[in-house]
């Protein structure tokens, strides 16, 4: 049974700001830049070659803290921005064998838990809401590093890094040309963001 995230998805985010305000003494703002936030995925064809693509257009919201090892981040994206660079296959995405955008415009992934061995962040667990369903979700962090960048004649302290995961598109109701195209999609996802 598919379930729209609605309900679920406003009390998850007014219970994860709630708790994100406790902790707001620790918990800075960061400013996540627009330029460097990406999510490309991959999906297996034939189990020969990989179908390719990306999101256009992703806004994020992000408190953390690396000292405190207390982090909250909501994404969201725009379904319609998928792009392969095959129109016909961007169409067939968008369609209701798919993302079934007209319905749901929108993914989002709300996190609960940045998870940190020692001082270092190595991933981040959270919810995703796809086609109208939701999963829990863990990005796993290849790299994540906090420094201070030079920007003209401004330094800002900037924290970014590359996170992946895999997520199955049939538990998600996307079961269109199973086999021949996979069932796992591979993410990949960058993200950069200078503190407030």
């Known amino acids: ?7 679920p998805f406003v009390r998850l ?8 305000s406790v902790n707001a003494c620790v918990a800075a703002e960061w400013a ?8 490309y995925f991959a999906a297996s064809h034939f189990d020969i070659s990989y179908v390719h693509g990306r999101f256009a257009k992703i806004t994020a919201a992000v408190q953390f803290d690396p000292d405190a090892k207390t982090g909250q981040a909501v994404v969201t ?3 319609d921005s998928i792009d392969t660079g095959n129109r016909t296959l961007d169409g067939i995405l968008r369609s209701s064998q798919f993302l079934d955008t007209v319905a749901n ?3 989002r992934y709300v996190s609960s838990q940045f998870v940190f061995a020692g001082d270092r962040l190595v991933a981040v667990d959270g919810t995703v809401w796809l086609h109208g ?3 829990p979700l863990r990005l796993d962090a290849e790299r994540f590093t906090c420094k201070d960048v030079a920007a ?4 800002q302290h900037r924290c970014g890094g590359a996170f992946h995961a895999v997520l199955k598109r049939s538990e998600f109701g996307m079961t269109r040309f ?11 996802i960058g993200v950069e963001a200078t503190r407030r």
Not at 13 to 20: N, P
């Open 1 to 7: 049974m598919r379930r729209t995230f609605r309900s």
């Open 13 to 20: 985010v007014a219970g994860a700001w709630l708790a994100t």
């Open 32 to 39: 996540v830049d627009a330029d460097h936030v990406s999510i």
């Open 77 to 79: 994206v725009d379904a």
């Open 105 to 107: 415009p929108e993914i």
């Open 133 to 135: 369903v939701q999963r």
């Open 152 to 155: 003209g004649i401004v330094s």
């Open 178 to 188: 199973l086999p021949d195209v996979g069932d796992d999609i591979k993410l990949d």
